[in-house]
Every structure is written in structure tokens, then in C-alpha cells.
């Protein structure tokens, strides 16, 4: 809408060749679509070059609104951009998509920015995080639940919405500040081939992703590691459960301390 509409120019996504940079089967809002439709529509797509198409909408629009005085909001759109929406055939023409051409049109610019523009998207955002909490369960199922870095993905209190370093689905701070959302941690370990960060003879020195001096959690994440080596998975993992009914708390670092072996010998005396 902001290029279509208002601006009155070409899309970001056929100037930045983002139809087939993404992969995108299709050119419309997508509307459309309906149950598995969107799923198998969803698979096709890259992810990486998505991201970086939604950055490229946020800045061209952004830099749009800037250019905006007061006087212009109350701008109306009539048949001339009606025909021209049609035409570009970002709108479907099926019954569950086109009635936005209409709906669109039928606002003035005010009225595009308070609603398509902004609170569109919080409408969208109780139903994005329940579907994606609901896909972090499924993937999680019958997965290894110690991460890479030593954490507990059982006990973590982002647990309702990662899916875990060991799935698809990891939105562990570290991993979606990363490289294509892979932790350091992670990496390295696949690099080695071993299960993880307490099967390195380097872990007591290490100060990669997670374990990175400015990361408060790194000597709290270090000493669960230590303790596996030690102990093993399972015990650690009933060691956390023990944690967790002696002590109230969101992150192990609250309880651990800054002090790896601190926090392995408070771990050893749970």
C-alpha cells in the first residue's frame, strides 16, 4: 500500500527482486490461502531473504511517512487506484482476498496508517505466537531437552516458545542474533561432531556465543556444563528439578552466580 497507494510507485518486492529471491509462488497478500494452503506456502519459502524483504518494506515505507505532512492525511483514493491495484494483482481476485481493494480504498491516508499500517499487525500477533508456541511443542517432542551451551530447554524460562537449539524452531537469544539463527555454541559443536559444549576439552576457557565474558549467564551456562560432564544428562536434569523446588527464580545465573565453580559446587550440593 505505502508504494502502490501513497508514494504511487513500484513494490519493494519487484524492485528488489524479492519474488524470486524469496521463492515466493505467488504475488498477492496471500489472503487466499487457507489452512494447509499457507503451510505448504509457508515451506517454500526462504526465510533468510524474507527477513531481509521485511527490513527493506520497514525502511522504504518508514522514509515514505517521513516525507508525509499533516495536510496529506486526509487524502482519499477513488477508481484510478482501485484499477491500478487490480492490475498489479497484489490482491486476489478469490472472494476471501478481494474485498480488500475496496476496504483500502474506502480509508484515507489517516486511516491506512492507523490500521493496515499499525494496528493490522497487533491483531495478528496473539494468533502468530499461539501457533508458533503450539509448532516449539511439536518439534520438541521426543528431543534431547539439554542444549548445546548446558542449559536445561525443561526448565528455561523462554521453554513455551523455543523450540530448542536441537530443532528448527531455536529462538535462544543467542541463535536469532546469530548468523543464520544458528548459536555459536551450536555451530561449533556440529563442527567437532560432539553432543555438546561439556564434551569439549576446551569448555572451562571457551568464551564463544553463549559463554562470552558480557553475557551474564555465560559461568552459570558453563557450570550445568561441568556438571554434565560429571554426571551425565540424566542427573542434571533431576538436579534441576531439585533447583527449582528449593529455590524461586527465572535464570540459573540468579542462583549460580558469576563463579563457574560456584555455581557447579551449588549445583553439586542441591
Known sequence: MAHEMIEGDSQVLFDGDYLKRTGSPIITTGNELQGNEIAEFSKQLNINELYLYA?????????????????????????DVKEKLILSKCVSEDENAFWLIDYWCGKDLKGLIQMPFSRHWIMHIEAMRRIKNKLCKIARKGVDPVAYCGFSCNHCFLAEWCGSCRTEYNTCSFATCSENRICPNVKCCRGKGIDGCYACDDLETCEKGFYIPSNDGANAAKAQALYIRKHGKKEFLKTNDRLHEKYDFQKTQEILGQDYKEGLRILEEV
Open 55 to 79: 527490513k527493506d518494506v520497514k525502511e522504504s515505507t518508514d522514509k515514505i511517512l517521513n516525507g508525509l505532512s499533516y495536510k496529506e492525511s486526509k487524502q482519499r483514493y477513488g477508481d
